[in-house]
């Protein structure tokens, strides 16, 4: 089983509004990520966990704010945000960060 | 710098036709490469990936790739497309820093029936 569960499918939320996505695994990876990414282009990286603890930010702006509770589950809580962050939000986990990463099937979002 | 060229923006084939997508990577070391597919508004699923050994690999839904070290190159082929193909195919490379993909910028495959 490969599979990675993203909720919500689709998200709508004002430029004020506090929302969260929610990520979740149940394959025993111990890394996973945060990926951005816009129509017609590939996935831009944005966050990496790795044993819970962030590993890489790639400088992402603070109005996105990553969260790893356990091994299982990643949230990114967004707050703030401004009509360009609108996208497809994709998780992906990998037995570790070397590892093959498997992708959930993302959040659409869009700031109004 | 690392980087992998998909030289093909769009591809059209009909179904029942052989397809091949072309990938290319720059990278000293030896690669860790991935085939991913994308159906709209779809996460990327896992086709295929090479790491080492045997240089003809096998993947799911009847796709394999190449690996040509002399020629940096990691091409997809099918030999009949179905039109549930239809998708975008992203090449990838596995970075140096441990968590890092390197995308190329994906082929977009439309199938006439």
């Known amino acids: 089983d490969t599979e990675v569960t993203q909720t919500p499918k689709h998200l709508v939320m004002g430029m004020t509004n506090k929302k969260s996505l929610k990520c979740e695994q149940h394959m025993g990876h111990r890394a996973m990520y945060w990926y951005k990414q816009k129509a017609k282009k590939p996935p831009e990286l944005m966050f990496v966990y790795s044993y819970e603890k962030l590993s890489i930010n790639e400088s992402v702006p603070s109005r996105f704010s990553p969260e790893c509770p356990n091994s299982s589950l990643l949230n990114l809580h967004l707050h703030a945000l401004q009509p360009e962050d609108s996208a497809l939000y994709l998780c992906?986990?990998?037995?570790?960060?070397?590892?093959?990463?498997?992708f959930g099937p993302g959040t659409r979002l869009l700031v109004l | 710098a690392q980087s992998v060229t998909q030289p093909d923006i769009h591809i059209t084939v009909s179904e029942g036709a052989s397809l091949e997508l072309r990938c290319n990577y720059s990278?000293?070391?030896?690669?860790?490469l991935f085939w991913y597919v994308q159906s709209p508004g779809q996460g990327l699923q896992l086709l295929l990936k090479y790491f080492s050994g045997d240089t003809l690999v096998q993947g799911i839904k009847g796709f394999e790739a190449e690996f040509k070290r002399s020629q940096s190159s990691f091409n997809l082929r099918k030999p009949s497309v179905h039109w549930s193909d239809a998708a975008e195919y992203f090449c990838v490379n596995r970075g140096s820093t441990l968590g890092r993909l390197y995308f190329g910028r994906g082929t977009q495959l439309t199938v006439w029936p």
């Open positions: 992906a986990s990998s037995q570790s960060s070397q590892e093959t990463q498997y």
């Open positions: 990278y000293g070391a030896t690669p860790y």
